[in-house]
T-cell receptor, first 114, second 112 residues
Framework: NAGVTQTPKFQVLKTGQSMTLQCAQD?????MSWYRQDPGMGLRLIHY???????DQGEVPNGYNVSRSTTEDFPLRLLSAAPSQTSVYFC?????????????FGDGTRLSIL | GQNIDQPTEMTATEGAIVQINCTYQ??????LFWYQQHAGEAPTFLSY????GLEEKGRFSSFLSRSKGYSYLLLKELQMKDSASYLC?????????????FGKGTTLSVSS
């Protein structure tokens, strides 16, 4: 009964380093998305996927890449970390994007870029 | 552009009733969600409205007026555990991949 699992929970990086935030769901959800949450800014969509092999950009995609090779996994890659990417990152999933289909959120990854 | 407005902070006392308002101006509308988020935790789903009117779920109710671009979340019989942020989110279309646009959230503090 894991739901949406994000790893790591905390990470500190140096400017210029790259890393991958992992997200996995075991609910057979088609739709997955990545958000960042900053103080006073609310949740902002980075990238999303409507199924394996399909990804698209959200509101703030610059500096991030995603891929969706399986239904279960949706990793987020930081190509060259910058201090402006210090944030809390949430992965979310749902069966579809229609109707009363709430998004289920992972516990988040707290990322600090020095 | 897309704009969702909520009050930043609200305070209330145990046992009281509080109403958190949300106004939206979006390019389309296909449903409005309310989420609760305790400090340091993930958002959790509270309610969904797509038609005008009131939806009730126990102590929580949510109202929608599409013509006014307005919703509210009503919390009754407040408890200390209701201290959290409440996020209003609008789904802006019905095509596959239409994402949720979130407001900045309202931090509710409940005191005894």
């Amino acid at each position: 009964n894991a739901g949406v699992t994000q790893t790591p929970k905390f990470q500190v990086l140096k400017t210029g380093q790259s890393m991958t935030l992992q997200c996995a769901q075991d609910m057979n959800h088609e739709y997955m998305s990545w958000y960042r949450q900053d103080p006073g800014m609310g949740l902002r969509l980075i990238h999303y996927s409507v199924g394996a092999g399909i990804t698209d950009q959200g509101e703030v995609p610059n500096g991030y890449n995603v891929s969706r090779s399986t239904t279960e996994d949706f990793p987020l890659r930081l190509l060259s970390a910058a201090p402006s990417q210090t944030s809390v990152y949430f992965c979310a999933s749902s069966y579809t994007t229609g109707g009363e289909q709430p998004q289920h959120f992972g516990d988040g990854t707290r990322l600090s870029i020095l | 552009g897309q704009n969702i407005d909520q009050p930043t902070e609200m305070t209330a006392t145990e046992g009281a009733i509080v109403q958190i308002n949300c106004t939206y101006q979006t390019s389309g509308f296909n449903g409005l969600f309310w989420y609760q988020q305790h400090a340091g935790e993930a958002p959790t789903f509270l309610s969904y409205n797509v038609l005008d009117g009131l939806e009730e779920k126990g102590r929580f109710s949510s109202f929608l007026s599409r013509s006014k671009g307005y919703s509210y979340l009503l919390l009754k019989e407040l408890q200390m555990k209701d201290s959290a942020s409440y996020l209003c989110a609008v789904r802006t279309g019905d095509q596959a991949g239409t994402a949720l646009i979130f407001g900045k959230g309202t931090t509710l503090s409940v005191s005894s």
